[in-house]
């Protein structure tokens, strides 16, 4: 997860970065690399400040240390305003301020909006001992219920509607989007299971479940293509085709692929990989199922 929220981060640093520059709106000159190179970093200096000094009531930075009134404010007390009844509007009105904070930098709302949901922790909504609500699992589907079944789809249905489905178009695209997916899926699928063996000390049966569930592609795939294709028109109607149809072939190859590791992992069927003279068990041993061994 936590190379998954990097990877999600650099993106959108490279969205702040080459969205003005395609554009037109900051000369490709060194003077205006190194503006748009200094407002990202400022943007995510003033995040991180956010993060770790003014929404915290309490932390171990050397700030807390030397400045104890640091202390007796924090977003807790936003967030627990009125006993938390506003807890839902508090959260959302501090994404939207990082949002316009965002786009005064420059950038899309929506690294704003995302940066906020990253910052914003569970712990900040236990702002009373004998609270009998919990507000934050209250908040959470709020705003789930708004993203999921209300507004999300609204997104969904505009991005949709600027891809008609031309075949000449899909037809011409379509050894680079079966080139592009076959890459991403060997490329995500090689990392995430050595990132999960290699730092989470998982059995390669578990290691390559992970990695075949970090095939699916997010929101934050299609905010992009929304910002280069239908906001500004940087990327070609081509690479859009390209774009979405990958997109939904690796949402696709998820279940499909979990599916057909299930009696791998269960140990139900073997998969061993010989390199040289070393022999490497893919699956989950038979040994382990019998014995109860997780």
């Known amino acids: 997860m936590t190379s998954a929220i990097l990877d999600d981060i650099a993106a959108l640093a490279a969205v702040a970065v080459l969205v003005p520059l395609a554009t037109g709106t900051a000369d490709l000159t060194l003077a205006s690399v190194a503006l748009v190179l200094i407002k990202v970093v400022a943007f995510f200096l003033f995040i991180t400040m956010l993060e770790l000094i003014i929404f915290p009531h309490e932390g171990d930075t050397w700030l807390f240390r030397q400045l104890p009134v640091l202390s007796r404010f924090g977003i807790i007390d936003l967030i627990g305003f009125k006993r938390g009844d506003q807890a839902t509007l508090a959260v959302l009105l501090v994404a ?18 995302y940066m906020a949901g990253l910052i914003i922790k569970q712990q900040y909504f236990r702002f009373s001992e004998d609270a009998t609500e919990d507000h934050y699992a209250q908040t959470k589907k709020i705003v789930d219920n708004v993203a999921f079944s209300w507004i999300g789809p609204v997104f969904f249905v505009e991005l949709g509607t600027q891809l008609v489905f ?14 592009l997916t076959a890459g991403l ?4 699928i090689g990392s995430a299971t050595l990132a999960a063996r290699m730092t989470g000390n998982y059995a390669w049966h578990e290691s390559i479940l992970i990695g ?12 992009v293509m929304d910002i280069g294709y239908v906001q500004n028109s940087i990327i070609t109607t081509e690479a859009f085709y390209t ?7 690796l949402n696709v190859s998820v279940p499909v692929s979990i599916r057909l590791w299930k009696p791998y992992f269960e140990g139900a069927k073997q998969l061993r990989l010989v390199i040289g003279t070393r022999e490497y068990r893919l699956s989950r041993s038979q040994s382990d199922t019998t014995t109860g061994l997780p």
């Open 243 to 249: 774009l979405m149809a990958t997109a939904f072939l």
């Open 212 to 223: 075949l569930g970090m095939l699916g592609r997010a929101e934050l795939a299609f905010i």
């Open 166 to 179: 031309d075949q000449s178009v899909l037809f011409a695209v379509l050894p680079q989007v079966l080139a």
């Open 185 to 188: 899926i060997i490329a995500q």
């Open 96 to 113: 939207l301020l990082i949002s316009l904070v965002s786009h005064e930098f420059g950038f899309h709302p929506a690294v704003g909006a």
